[in-house]
């Protein structure tokens, strides 16, 4: 286990698309839950459930997982993160979102690693080929341009970059999705939530295009597959899907 990393999750119960998401079972297991076995199977450091709701303190008490009630004043998930850090600080944070029930631990270790080998690096996520094309115009599936080096060049709800048909690389170069995770260093982490909203962001509704307009430097592991994040109620049937096809097999 690293010392100098600490994974938090924030947990909110209110969600505006799927209020108690968090705690909405997956064959019979909450997603919540899902989440945390993923993170301590990383080995990666301490992990801490984030949340603002006494519903969740409750049942993240009875898996034995340490936790953090926030402030009700958290206007998202990262600022959730950092409240947690701040009390709990460590070299390298990571925000595992609680809508990712399929994360494997290999890719939370890629992406730990991948920051902490490279100093250009302020924050590191991960990404995979989208093999569905319904999830290529799904605005809930976020797809990532990426430049040289593992760079993450932008974000964006609608499919990115434009593969242009005379292009002689548009059928050798998949698109991306983006898994829903980021590991910060702390200093990134603090610098980030002390930002105002920007302008991309608030167009997109993806708070990584913050990071990018402020000029920190964004690094994406490449895996083969992500399970699929559950940020609307629709996404159970394809969570559900997908434990049958992957998960037990």
Known sequence: ??????????????????????????????????????????????????????????????????????????????????????RNKREFIINYQADEPFMEPGTLIKAFELLKKNPQFHITTAC????????????????????????????????????????????????????GFYVYRYDALKKFVSLPESVLESLERLEQLRALEAGLCIGAVKVPRLGPAIDVRQDIKKAEQYLIKYIQQ
């Open 128 to 179: 995979s080929p989208i093999y569905d094309k319904k999830d290529l115009i799904n605005p809930n599936t976020v797809k990532v341009a990426l430049g040289k080096n593992s760079r993450a060049v932008y974000f964006s709800r609608i499919p990115i970059p434009f593969h242009h048909p005379l292009s002689a690389v548009s059928m050798k170069i998949p698109w991306y999705k983006h898994c």
């Open 1 to 86: 286990m690293q010392s100098n990393c600490l994974i938090v999750i924030p947990a909110r119960y209110a969600s505006e698309r799927f209020p108690g998401k968090v705690l909405h079972k997956l064959n019979g297991k909450p997603v919540l839950q899902w989440c945390y076995e993923s993170a301590l199977r990383a080995g990666l450091g301490r992990v801490i459930i984030a949340t603002e709701h006494e519903k969740v303190l409750h049942f993240a008490k009875t898996i034995g997982a340490e936790t953090c009630l926030t402030s009700p004043k958290c206007k998202s998930g990262t600022d959730r993160v950092f409240e947690t850090a701040l």
